[in-house]
Structures are given as C-alpha cells and as structure tokens.
C-alpha cells in the first residue's frame, strides 16, 4: 500500500539558517508528490509540487523539494528561514490516476529569532 | 486563493446529536474531498464525491455520511456524535484537467469539539 513518512515530528531552527523537511514515500512507481504547508488556526496551501521532468522542483516563499527516485525521497529545502515560516508541513503522495492524495504526519517547524 | 468555505467554523456539540458541517466551493470543481486532522494522523480521508451525487468512502468513513445535490456544495453529517470525533475537519477541492493526479485545493476549517 501506498505510504508517505515524514520522520521528523518536530524541527527548531534559528531564523537565518537552513531548512530541509524530510519525506520519504512508498509506491511502487513514480508518485505525484505534494507539499502544503499550514500556518496556525489555518487551511492548507501548496507549496510545490513534482509530476514529471526536472527533479528540482521551486515553489512559493524561496522553497524547493528534490525528487530522489533512488531513495524514494522528496525533502523539501530552504536556504534562509524567516521567522514566518514557523508552520507545519505536509507532504503528500497522489498515485497515479487516482483522485486521492496521502498525506504524511506533519513536521512542525519552530523558528527562533 | 480557490473559493472554498466552511461552515461553521467552530461547533461544540453533545455526544449523540447529530451534526452537518458545510463545503461550499465557487471554482465549479468536480472533486470534492472531506479530511480530519488529529495530532499525529495527519489528514485521513473520510469521503469523497466526483460528482453531483456521486460519493465514495474514504480510510475513516465509518460514522459520517455524505451528500452532494448541488456542484458546489458537499455536506458531512455526524448521524451521532462521538467524542472520537472531536476533530479538526477539511473541506478540499480538485478538477479534473490534464494532470492525472490533480491538485487539492483546502478551505479553512471546522474545529469540532464533542462533549
């Protein structure tokens, strides 16, 4: 069955430095991935997303995600976090053909000034 | 931002009553999605519709029902509420394009607290 994990439940980080969320998935062939992010109180909103070509894929707000078929990974990364970035982050995985998305646990991020 | 709201947005209610929560869409998508969010879940799919009338279950169906008379509109009823269903809901949107796994779209929200 199809799975996504997100192994970090919770990630401090100081305002400044980098970021990267990690998301590993289970499919057997190559997924549509998704990250969203949820601000406090809030719905989610799309961050990025993979379906084919170049596996460095840019978003919104200065973030990218890498697809890495090879470790069935798709992470996301930033190079500066700013302090409005404290979230927390889904990925998600769409198999293909399918109108249903799988959501991973959430990675809460805390950012310090 | 996708025309997406829910109502209401926050609902107390005892354990046995019933309870409707509203999806309200303006963007004239044809996929409509109800989730709840729980602390260490994530977001579980509960039902479904890809169309006016059409509806399927999700991972958590049991003790919802759903229903959909109008394309903008996609109800989740609690026949009787449980505290077990003390939980963030989700309204989400898609439609179906080229991509064969299309983007959802989310509304706000509707904290529910079953006492």
Known sequence: ?113 | DAGITQSPRHKVTETGTPVTLRCHQTENHRYMYWYRQDPGHGLRLIHYSYGVKDTDKGEVSDGYSVSRSKTEDFLLTLESATSSQTSVYFCAISNSGTDAVETQYFGPGTRLLVL
């Open chain 1, 1 to 113: 069955a199809q799975s996504v994990t997100q192994p970090d439940i919770h990630i401090t980080v100081s305002e400044g430095a980098s970021l990267e969320l990690r998301c590993n998935y289970s499919y057997g062939a190559t997924p549509y991935l998704f990250w969203y992010v949820q601000s406090p109180g809030q719905g989610l909103q799309l961050l990025l997303k993979y379906f084919s070509g170049d596996t460095l894929v840019q978003g919104i707000k200065g973030f990218e995600a890498e697809f890495k078929r090879s470790q069935s990974s798709f992470n996301l990364r930033k190079p500066s976090v700013h302090w409005s970035d404290a979230a927390e982050y889904f990925c998600a995985v769409g198999p293909y053909n399918t109108d249903k998305l799988i959501f991973g646990t959430g990675t809460r991020l805390q950012v310090f000034p």
